[in-house]
């Protein structure tokens, strides 16, 4: 089996476990709730993420932001290129991004409706890829889009552990079986080797939206997870709080699910001038 095949394999399965055991509710982390938690502000300081996106990018750049979601990278770096464009197909994203860059005073940034692989004639001299590469079933055809489409360089960014998979622990103590993970970098890269990508991997600190808190904002955020049937939420509190120690760690962004650490960005990135 190739390595894009087994990342393929891993989406069928965990798909068919979310089905089986969560029912047919889609779980794309899309809705309203999430665009709003992914909004920033473009002008915040930035995230060691952020300065290493600013140090890539140039004033005369198009950035094509895959996936860009509410903006949060996006809308940063139109303050310093000629234009973004964020291709998303989720609509409540779109409203975020198209809000967000209204308030901050930013005309060169557009919203594209539409999933990355029917997307068509989008290029940048950045193409940019922000935690989006755990929802991707057809990995291989979505990267060689990504690398024809970039005219300078490709980056891609993903949580070590990829957020559908921090909740892992709660999964297994409600629902008494191993969820299948999500794929990560250690999948992604050798799907990036087989199309004769060698690229540079750096490791920065996680630029994670705040998590809650209290204990009780931890407890709301598990239970109004993903990973969970609505139905299964009031079996499931008395559980987690039983074992919120075990679960949860506290940090310096707030309660955070143990599982979610080491909490880093694996920034991947290569240049489509050079043999690749
Ligand atoms: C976790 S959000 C990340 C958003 C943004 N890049 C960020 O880092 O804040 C994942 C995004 O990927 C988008 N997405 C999922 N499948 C996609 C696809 N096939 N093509 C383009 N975007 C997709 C979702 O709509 C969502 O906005």
């Known amino acids: 089996m190739t390595a894009a095949e087994a990342y393929v394999a891993r989406m069928d399965a965990r798909l068919a476990?979310?089905?089986?055991?969560?029912?047919?509710?889609?779980?794309?982390?899309?809705?309203?709730?999430?665009?709003?938690?992914?909004?920033a502000d473009p002008h915040r300081e930035p995230s060691p993420v952020l300065a290493f996106l600013f140090s890539l990018v140039g004033p005369d750049d198009t950035v094509l932001d895959v996936g860009g979601g509410a903006g949060?990278?996006?809308?940063?770096?139109?303050?310093?290129?000629?234009?973004?464009?964020?291709?998303?197909p989720a609509l409540a994203m779109g409203e975020q991004f198209q809000a967000s860059a209204a308030e901050?005073?930013?005309?060169?940034?557009?919203?594209?409706?539409?999933d990355w692989l029917q997307a068509q004639g989008l290029e940048g001299d950045v193409v940019l890829v922000t935690q989006v590469t755990f929802f991707i079933r057809d990995i291989e055809p979505f990267l060689r889009k990504l690398r024809a489409a970039a005219r300078r360089r490709?980056?891609?960014s993903l949580q070590a552990v990829p957020p559908p998979n921090h909740y892992w622990a709660f999964f297994r103590l409600v629902y008494g079986e191993d969820q299948v993970?999500?794929?990560?970098?250690?999948?992604?890269?050798?799907v990036l080797w087989e199309l004769g990508i060698l690229p540079d991997v750096r490791i920065l600190s996680a630029d994670f939206p705040?998590?809650?808190?209290?204990?009780?904002?931890?407890?709301?955020?598990?239970?109004?997870g993903n990973w969970l049937r609505s139905e299964d939420r009031e079996r499931a509190r008395p559980l987690i709080e039983a074992h919120?120690?075990?679960?949860?760690?506290r940090t310096p962004r707030g309660y955070e699910p143990r599982e979610a650490s080491p909490s880093k960005d694996v920034l991947v990135t290569w240049e489509t001038t050079e043999a690749s």
Do not use: K, M, W
């Open 72 to 88: 949060r990278y996006g809308l940063s770096l139109a303050l310093r290129c000629r234009e973004v464009i964020n291709v998303d």
């Open 17 to 39: 476990q979310q089905t089986r055991v969560l029912g047919e509710e889609p779980r794309t982390g899309q809705g309203g709730g999430a665009a709003q938690r992914l909004r």
């Open 104 to 114: 901050a005073g930013i005309g060169n940034a557009r919203f594209i409706h539409s």
């Open 210 to 224: 705040r998590r809650p808190d209290t204990q009780e904002g931890a407890l709301e955020a598990a239970l109004t």
């Open 154 to 156: 490709v980056v891609i």
């Open 181 to 190: 993970e999500a794929p990560g970098y250690r999948e992604l890269l050798p």
């Open 244 to 249: 919120f120690d075990e679960l949860f760690v």
